[in-house]
């Protein structure tokens, strides 16, 4: 009887160790696939779908068009490096202006109000347009007049509206206690935000700050309304050329390559905040 028990429950044990671990992972990638199966039937069984297919999905004109695409994208990925660090310093300077208290401090803190707001209410496309053609067409002496420097600055001042929200929520966010602390210890309002509140501030806004990274490397490619050669841009002329569409799903496939990474780098960077936030309330 022993035996017969010691048998039947490492036996039981394994069918429910791989109902609880596996089962659910396959129903899951069935499912999905079984979507997509679905969804490929219907879409490949429509009367013009080998219309749609020359027009959007020839493999030849990707090819073809592709080396060019790919050195306008990389103009794309420098736009986007670039502006994403002066995005990351002005908006804490922005955030700073608006946090700082006192009588000689108000031009700062009225700036930084009256510029998040009005640049955070503006479309990006519309401030690329008013950047990008407007000062050059002034022609002002020491002022540069390149599409890319001017559209990169429309995208700087409109990201750095939103990213300078993002920092004063992080500095909101820090308890007050670390503020009565610093002021015990003598420190002055700067070097409160400076030792004290911007480093917890910084640490806890990583998470939205990598979103504001993601939705700027799509954003990028608004440039190209300005003429400069980017990805899209590169695109745009194959296809006003050939009269084929295949040429912007190969710069799609560029922008998933590079932001579909990044998008699951930041719900890495979200899970990891969030249980470190979870360990500090134990």
């Known amino acids: 009887m022993i035996s017969k028990g010691h048998g039947r429950f490492p036996k039981s044990g394994r069918k429910l160790r791989f109902r609880d671990k596996y089962l659910p992972s396959i129903i899951s990638i069935s499912s999905v696939l079984l979507v997509i199966f679905v969804i490929s039937l219907a879409v490949t069984s429509a009367e013009q779908w080998p219309r749609i297919k020359a027009q959007f999905f020839d493999i030849n004109a990707m090819i073809d068009v592709f080396p060019k695409v790919l050195h306008g994208f990389g103009i794309n990925m420098a736009i986007w490096a670039i502006s994403l660090v002066v995005i990351a310093i002005w908006a804490l300077i922005l955030a700073i202006f608006r946090t700082l208290h006192g009588p000689w401090f108000t031009p700062l803190r009225i700036f930084s109000i009256v510029y998040i707001d009005l640049l955070r209410g503006l479309p990006s496309l519309l401030l690329v ?65 400076r030792y004290a509140i911007i480093p917890q501030a ?66 890495y960077v979200t899970q990891k905040d969030r249980a470190r936030r979870l360990q500090k309330t134990i």
């Open 129 to 193: 347009l008013l950047f990008g053609f407007g000062i050059p067409a002034l022609q002002m002496k020491g002022l540069p007049s390149s599409s890319i420097f001017w559209g990169s600055v429309a995208m700087i001042s409109s990201y750095s509206a939103y990213a300078a929200e993002v920092y004063r929520s992080g500095m909101e966010a820090v308890h007050d206690g670390q503020k009565a602390a610093a002021k015990a210890l003598g420190l002055s309002q700067w070097q409160t935000l």
């Open 202 to 267: 910084i640490r806890n806004v990583i998470p939205s700050l990598l979103n504001l990274a993601v939705a700027l490397q799509k954003d990028v490619a608004l440039l190209s309304v300005l003429g400069v050669r980017d990805a899209v841009r590169e695109a745009q002329i194959y296809t006003a050329r050939t009269f084929n569409y295949s040429s912007l799903i190969a710069a799609a496939v560029l922008f998933l390559i590079a932001t579909i990474p990044l998008a699951r780098l930041t719900d």
